[in-house]
């Protein structure tokens, strides 16, 4: 892979799973570079569509150029939270979400995503809008900082990491991803093993920057009024966090189908809830991880509106 590519992951699987309709719509919720979106449009007949969205002013454009080359694919530049604003009234067949960052965006120093290269502490994907990292760093209390660490990143050592950072910021304020990186490993007892130490406090920055769990919480709370039935939603997530969002709200409203015998009617009010059947968890297989090391943390889930 060279720099500023991105290597979907689980790119059949996911794109074989979501389309059961090859005249119907479809929203990729993050665009990226646009593996899946391509995917997509090769699977679907000349009437189906693609909208794909993004926060990335760099993927937008990526994404407008391939626009131009096939007018199946529609492009936002928005939230996915936000996409049923831009459905005028459709309903969609199908939602797919690969969530997190793409590898352009940690390859590219400057938009402060990565702990491995110095550059610019942003970790927006939006640098248009919103405070970036810095900014956050510069003004957060030490227990807003501490609840971050501990919510967003599962940071057993949250409050030795925020006094180390809040002592640093006084001397010198935060503008490098190095710099943090630095304070984090020097503050981290552990910092010998395993993972970088600042692994967990950056993942828990990027999630507070860019409000990805709400984000998330969001879409899923409109998804069952945006589905058509018979409709799917693909959301692959890579960390804990966020599968477990994607885990409940599946589970939430098709739990109850295990308990029930088959072909028997459903008279209890009780199971009114259940919209959705569940279509499995699926994992990178070892031949994947080998090609593309990102798949190894990759968690895809699947479910179908069935009413
Ligand atoms: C892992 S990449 C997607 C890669 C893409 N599937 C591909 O094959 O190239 C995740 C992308 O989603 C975008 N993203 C993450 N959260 C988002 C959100 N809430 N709304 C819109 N885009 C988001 C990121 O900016 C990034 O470009």
């Known amino acids: 892979m060279t720099m500023f590519q991105h290597e979907s992951v689980l790119l059949e699987e996911a794109c074989n799973l979501l389309v059961t309709d090859v005249n119907g719509i479809y929203v990729d919720g993050t665009l990226g570079r646009a593996g899946h979106s391509m995917r997509l449009l090769q699977l679907l007949s000349s009437s189906g569509r693609v909208i794909g969205c993004d926060k990335d002013p760099t993927a937008i454009a990526h994404a407008n150029n391939l626009a131009e080359q096939d007018g199946r694919l529609q492009v936002v530049h928005d939230s996915f939270a936000n996409i049923d604003q831009y459905l005028d009234g459709r309903q969609i067949n199908g939602l797919l979400l690969d969530l997190g960052v793409s ?26 809008i919103g405070i970036s990292a810095a900014e956050l760093l510069a003004n957060i209390s030490e227990q807003d900082l501490i609840d971050i660490l501990i919510t967003y990143g599962e940071e057993r050592y949250a409050r030795r990491i925020a006094a180390a950072i809040i002592a640093r910021r006084y001397i010198r304020p935060f503008v490098d991803t190095y710099d943090l990186a630095d304070v984090v490993k020097q503050a981290h007892p552990n910092w010998q093993k395993g993972k970088h130490p ?11 920057v860019n409000d990805e769990l709400t984000d998330l919480e969001i879409l899923l709370s409109k998804l069952l009024d945006l589905l058509v039935v018979g409709g799917r939603l693909v959301i692959i997530s890579f960390h804990s966090l966020e599968d477990r969002i994607v885990k409940n709200f599946i589970r939430r409203y098709s739990s109850n189908q295990r308990d029930i015998p088959r072909r028997l009617p459903v008279f209890d009010s009780n199971n009114s809830d259940i919209r959705l059947r569940k279509l499995g968890k699926f994992k990178a297989s ?6 593309n090391p990102r798949s190894r943390s990759a968690i895809m889930r ?6």
């Open 103 to 128: 590898s352009p965006q940690l390859d590219d120093a400057d938009r402060g995503f990565s702990f491995m290269r110095s550059g610019k502490l942003d970790m927006r994907m939006n640098p248009e």
């Open 198 to 208: 600042a692994t967990k406090v950056f993942q828990a920055l990027r999630i507070k």
């Open 286 to 291: 070892s031949e994947q991880i080998k090609l």
């Open 302 to 307: 699947g479910a179908e509106k069935i009413l």
